[in-house]
């Protein structure tokens, strides 16, 4: 029996194998699945559709443009980042910057009505957001993390060349070089500000006012940012201007970083 194991093992040793390569596709969901809709599915979905419609459809303002995430800076992620720092007028706040992480932008607002469905869609999760200070120091070894991850949401004022292999290059806040001996207040989300998405220096955060009630979900501030712009007659929009620039990027690696 021990000569009939031993044999076995050899032979689950004796295959090796090695990856060649890894191909992705994607499906586009768009109107086409409307056109056809499956009898079954509309079925099982009818009991529900009027409460989620109701839930989900109402609007909360209008987007002058698509807005889109990409790294290393896209308008949208701008956008985000600008929001967390207009919402530091709520808490009496005056943030210095405000980072919002790409990853967890998970659609985009089409140009025209946004509605709340729309603004789930976007910020899916129960993040919260929160303001910290960071000493100067601190602040070099966030953007050095932000260049490592090419790129994430950094608010107007931020300006940050970095390289296609992650490295910081040089970091501007407000037009002046980050001053290691000033401390800065920062406006981004609970998650961040726990040391996730590799953003370990939010771990050397001070003066935490991280307020957990369901309203201050990242969510409802999005949704009261269109509100306000809605009810001064403007439309959202926000552009790429230069926040994170990449120095040696290929056209092959934006087409992948877009991806």
């Given at each position: ?5 031993l ?5 689950c040793?004796s295959?090796?194998y090695?990856l060649?390569?890894?191909?992705r596709?994607?499906i ?6 409307d ?5 079954e599915a509309e079925a099982l ?6 409460d989620v419609?109701?839930l989900?459809?109402p ?8 807005l889109?995430a990409?790294?290393?800076e896209s308008?949208?992620?701008n956008?985000?980042?600008?929001i ?15 980072v ?8 985009a607002?089409?140009?025209g ?5 729309d603004?789930?869609d976007?910020?899916?999760?129960e ?5 910290l200070t ?12 932000i260049a490592s991850?090419n790129?994430?949401g950094v ?5 940050l060349v970095?390289?296609?292999d ?8 407000n037009?002046k070089?980050?001053d290691p001996q000033k401390?800065y207040?920062v406006?981004t989300?609970?998650y961040?500000?726990?040391g996730?998405?590799k953003l370990?220096?939010?771990l050397s955060?001070?003066?935490v006012?991280s ?5 201050n979900n990242v969510r409802?501030i ?13 439309a ?7 926040r994170?620039?990449m ?6 690696d934006a087409?992948e970083l877009?991806?």
């Amino acid at each position: 029996m021990t000569a009939a194991v031993l044999m076995l093992c050899s032979g689950c040793t004796s295959h090796r194998y090695q990856l060649k390569s890894v191909e992705r596709t994607r499906i586009l969901i768009d109107s086409r699945f409307d056109q056809h809709p499956n009898a079954e599915a509309e079925a099982l979905l009818q009991p529900y559709r009027h409460d989620v419609d109701s839930l989900m459809s109402p609007v909360v303002g209008r987007a002058a443009t698509y807005l889109w995430a990409q790294k290393p800076e896209s308008n949208l992620s701008n956008l985000l980042a600008d929001i967390m720092v207009w919402g530091g007028k709520a808490f009496n706040e005056q943030p210095d910057f405000g980072v919002y992480n790409i990853g967890g932008i998970r659609a985009a607002f089409s140009e025209g009505t946004v509605t709340y469905g729309d603004v789930v869609d976007v910020a899916p999760f129960e993040n919260k957001i929160c303001f910290l200070t960071l000493t100067g120091d601190k602040v070099t070894e966030l953007f050095r993390q932000i260049a490592s991850t090419n790129g994430e949401g950094v608010s107007h004022g931020v300006q940050l060349v970095i390289t296609a292999d992650g490295k910081l290059v040089s970091a501007r806040l407000n037009g002046k070089p980050v001053d290691p001996q000033k401390t800065y207040r920062v406006a981004t989300l609970d998650y961040l500000a726990q040391g996730n998405d590799k953003l370990e220096a939010f771990l050397s955060k001070t003066d935490v006012v991280s307020p957990q009630e369901e309203q201050n979900n990242v969510r409802f501030i999005i949704m009261d940012y269109f509100r306000e712009q809605a009810a001064a007659g403007r439309a959202v929009d926000a552009k790429v201007e230069g926040r994170i620039v990449m120095q040696g990027l290929s056209d092959k690696d934006a087409r992948e970083l877009m991806h």
